[in-house]
C-alpha cells in the first residue's frame, strides 16, 4: 500500500504519493491557464477530474534511478504538474518545485510522460476534456529497513449467489486497528463472478485465507 507521495529509493522501492490536485481545464489550454484552475469551478460545474488508471506507485521504480543520481549520491524532490488530454494520456509535464538536480528532475517527468495514463476529465456535460494533475517524486538513497514484526491474518467471508460478500470477518496478530478495517472495508466491497455447480445452478462459497509473517531467531548450528 502507498501513501500520497511517489518515493523512489534505491534497492528497496516504497512508493509514496503526495496529496494530488486533479483539475478540469478549458478546451486546448495553455500552459499558463494549466496551473491556474481553480477548485471552485470543479464545484461549480461539478466536472469530473482526472483520475489515474491503475496504481501511481508504478509509474516510477527504484530501477529507474538514475545512474549518473546513484553515482553521486543525488537525493531531492520534485514537485509536478501533469497536463492531461482527453484521451487520458500525459500531453505535458512541468516542473512546479525543483529537485534542485536536474536530472531527476528530467527522469520524473520523462517517466510520467511516457507510463501515466488516467480516466480523462469531463466538463458538466461528461464529455472527455483537458485535465491537469499534480504530485510529487522524493529520489531518495536506500535507507536501513526496521527488522520487521511477526504478523498474521486470517479473512474468512461469503460469496454470494450474486457475486457480492457477506460476513466478512478476520482474526489478525501484529496489524493495526486501521489495517484491519482497511482490509475489512475491501472485503465487504468485492465482487466476483458468480459460482456455479456442476449443473450450472448459482452456489454460494465460504471462502477462508491467511496471511502469516514469521520472524524467529537464527540458532547457532
Avoid at 13 to 23: E, H, N, T
Avoid at 80 to 89: A, E, I, S, T, Y
Avoid at 123 to 147: E, F, Q
Wanted: charged fraction near 20%; include cysteine.
Amino acid at each position: 500500500m502507498f501513501t500520497d507521495e511517489l518515493r523512489i529509493i534505491m534497492s528497496s522501492a516504497m512508493l509514496m504519493i503526495i496529496p494530488p490536485f486533479s483539475a478540469t481545464l478549458p478546451a486546448s489550454p495553455n500552459a499558463t491557464e494549466a496551473l491556474q484552475v481553480e477548485a471552485a469551478t470543479l464545484t461549480r460545474d461539478k466536472a469530473s477530474p482526472a483520475i489515474p488508471l491503475g496504481d501511481p506507485g508504478g509509474w516510477i521504480r527504484s530501477s529507474d534511478y538514475p545512474s549518473t543520481a546513484v553515482s553521486d549520491e543525488s537525493e531531492g524532490r520534485v514537485s509536478v504538474v501533469l497536463k492531461v488530454d482527453p484521451q487520458g494520456r500525459v500531453a505535458s509535464c512541468t516542473v512546479t518545485v525543483s529537485s534542485g538536480i536536474a536530472t531527476l528532475d528530467d527522469t520524473a517527468c520523462n517517466l510520467m510522460v511516457l507510463r501515466a495514463v488516467f480516466s480523462p476529465a469531463t466538463d458538466a456535460k461528461g464529455k472527455p476534456t483537458w485535465g491537469s494533475y499534480r504530485t510529487s517524486v522524493v529520489w531518495k538513497m536506500n535507507d536501513p529497513l526496521p527488522v520487521p514484526e511477526a504478523k498474521s491474518a486470517t479473512t474468512s467471508f461469503i460469496i454470494n449467489t450474486d457475486g457480492t460478500t457477506s460476513e466478512c470477518h478476520m482474526e489478525a496478530k501484529g496489524l493495526t486497528p486501521d489495517e484491519i478495517e482497511q482490509s475489512l472495508k475491501f472485503c465487504r466491497n468485492a465482487a466476483y463472478l458468480p459460482a456455479t455447480d456442476a449443473y450450472g445452478e448459482p452456489i454460494a462459497l465460504r471462502v477462508r485465507f491467511t496471511n502469516k509473517l514469521e520472524v524467529e531467531p537464527l540458532t547457532g548450528k
